[in-house]
């Protein structure tokens, strides 16, 4: 390894777009819908398309920021800049546990997924494969490591686009059904449209924002990509349009060919689809689908960790080896500290209860609010910082600014609102506060803030 601190611009166009869907659809579209199904009803449809109006918002705010100045650490080193050099410390940290967070239920799932084929075989022992498996696979170039991505993502779009297509073919011409179309009447032929009412659908936006979570990776990837103006533009831009088809789609699909409140009871509705039109072992290749989705969201977040420790490194806020780079041009050591600590998660989630899974996806949410926040108000700063003139020139902007922002920033508020409310959720709303307060416990205790100002202090003498 070496102290070079220049990350390898190795990811292609065709990588970052399967990426930044691929990122957007793991086992919270797969798994998590169904328990936000049981709270809202076929309302659910309203709630996955106003949240990713909202993460559109949130997506061209970053863009506007990484295409100007695309660099390792995206929105961590935008809230430094904008924000303040404790802005930018704390979202770092956050960011890394976000992934940590998310990591250790994602290689736990695994585990069970691999239950499926080898029953009576120890969760932990393919969880801990899994751990190894993508551990390794991030220490590729980073080039390979995209190309590992983008086929964990086309395994996952196949599958969702197959499903679109079978199910639109049972409503409309009824395909597989002999001959008699469904229809959509099963929408609101159960209690309506909202059967538990408004709450219901607030209830649910918890698990729905966390469908979401990873979509702002594309952010991570700036450093490392090629032509970041049209690359990451293209990218951004496209987030709304696969949302709507990829999670309203489905959604739309499966709820107009089965009743809302069958869906979980009968098995996954991915499956039931399959199998309705004959096709053997369906339950076996969804859940080979569900694996990918799993280990690819492993994959992303060993990705993410890396880079964010490589990125405090840099800053002096994590030990300075974590700057090692190595000869693939990838931040080994950093990706070595991440992974010690999952290999703690893997052994936490198996000794702790199956109910921990609901508490880790809440926090989960929560740490991602704070990043999506911070990109929001880092964007609001960034614009102010721009000279009029620089600004005409630019072409990729935030829509509807500074409207978008905070009407994103009052519902990011909303959801944790909802959070507090909901008993399973509020863990979430006490861990997540407890962490971003110990942070800035060790900011000062270990003296960054003074460290900051004297280098403010240099760059403006510069």
């Known amino acids: 390894m070496s ?9 292609e166009e065709r990588h970052i777009n399967l990426m930044s869907l691929g990122a957007a659809i793991g086992v919270g579209l797969f798994l998590g819908s169904a328990s936000a199904i049981k709270m809202a009803g076929p309302g659910i449809i309203v ?20 295409i100007q100045k695309p660099v390792a650490g995206s929105f961590g080193k935008y809230a430094r800049d904008y924000l303040g050099p404790l802005a930018g410390f704390l979202t770092g940290w956050n960011y890394w546990f976000l992934w940590v967070v998310t990591c250790m239920a994602e290689i736990t799932a695994v585990g069970v997924y691999m239950q499926y084929w080898f029953p009576g075989t120890p969760g932990w022992a393919w969880a801990l494969a899994a751990l190894v498996i993508m551990t390794i696979v991030n220490f590729l170039a980073v080039k390979l490591y995209g190309e590992l991505e983008f086929w964990f993502a086309l395994i996952k779009i196949v599958t969702i686009c197959a499903m679109i297509i079978v199910g639109l073919g049972m409503i409309l011409f009824g395909f597989a059904n002999g001959g008699v179309a469904t229809g959509i009447k099963n929408l609101w032929s159960h209690g ?41 533009a293209r990218a951004v831009d496209s987030v709304f349009y696969r949302i709507l088809i990829f999670y309203v789609g ?11 409140d069958e869906i979980g ?20 290749i969804i859940n080979f689908v569900v694996l990918t989705a799993a280990l690819s969201s492993c994959n992303s977040g060993i990705f993410s960790t890396g ?12 030990p300075k080896n974590l700057v090692k780079i190595t000869k693939s041009g990838v931040p080994g050591l950093a990706i070595i500290a991440s992974a010690a600590v999952l290999l703690i998660g893997v052994i936490l989630n198996y000794l702790v209860p199956a109910k921990v899974f609901t508490y880790v996806t809440s926090i989960g949410t929560f740490t991602a609010i704070w990043t999506w926040g911070i990109i929001l108000l880092s964007q609001l700063r960034h614009r102010k910082t721009m000279k009029p003139e ?10 509807l600014y500074p409207f978008s922002n905070y009407l994103s920033l009052a519902f990011l508020v909303l959801v944790l609102v909802v959070m507090a409310i ?41």
């Open 3 to 11: 102290n070079k601190k220049e990350l390898h611009r190795g990811l």
């Open 47 to 66: 709630g996955y398309a106003l949240a990713g109006l909202i993460m559109f918002f949130i997506m061209r705010a970053l863009g506007e920021m990484a």
């Open 192 to 232: 309506g449209l909202f059967p538990h009412g408004i709450k219901g659908l607030l209830m649910s936006l918890q698990m729905v924002m966390f469908a979401y979570l990873g979509i702002e990776m594309i952010g991570v990837t700036a450093g490392e990509v090629k032509n970041p103006e049209k690359t990451l």
């Open 250 to 260: 489905a959604l739309f699909v499966i709820m107009s060919i089965y009743p809302w």
């Open 265 to 284: 009871s009968k098995g996954s509705p991915f499956v039931l689809t399959f199998e309705q039109i004959g096709i053997k072992g369906a339950a076996g």
């Open 307 to 318: 880079r964010m420790l490589f990125d405090l490194a840099c800053h002096g806020e994590a």
């Open 390 to 399: 620089a600004l005409s020139k630019f072409k990729y902007k935030l829509p």
């Open 422 to 462: 909901n008993p399973d959720q509020r863990v979430a709303i006490i861990v997540g506060p407890v962490f971003i307060i110990l942070l800035v416990a060790i900011y000062y205790i270990k003296g960054f803030n003074h460290r900051s100002a004297s280098e403010a202090k240099e760059e403006h003498a510069g």
